[in-house]
């Protein structure tokens, strides 16, 4: 069973939860086990998910270091 990292938005806490494709596609309710928030948010590897409606792989994939001009 995957295992995803949340941390919660309100005071940081991270915590790793369990659970299978289906509950996850259904959307996990997770509550802080330190501020008892509901505000929890998926922590992604790499963490560019957030705030990338700019830039990033908005178009075809023209190199991986992503240099200007590398079109
Ligand atoms: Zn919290």
Wanted: contains cysteine.
């Amino acid at each position: 069973m995957p295992t995803y990292e949340y941390v919660c938005t309100e005071c940081t806490e991270k915590t790793e939860v369990q659970a299978s494709i289906a509950e996850k596609v259904k959307g996990l309710k997770l509550t802080c086990p330190k501020c008892g928030s509901k505000k929890m948010a998926q922590v992604f590897s790499g963490f560019s998910v957030l705030g990338s409606s700019r830039g990033g792989t908005g178009g075809p994939i023209c190199g991986p270091q992503g240099g200007p001009g590398c079109c």
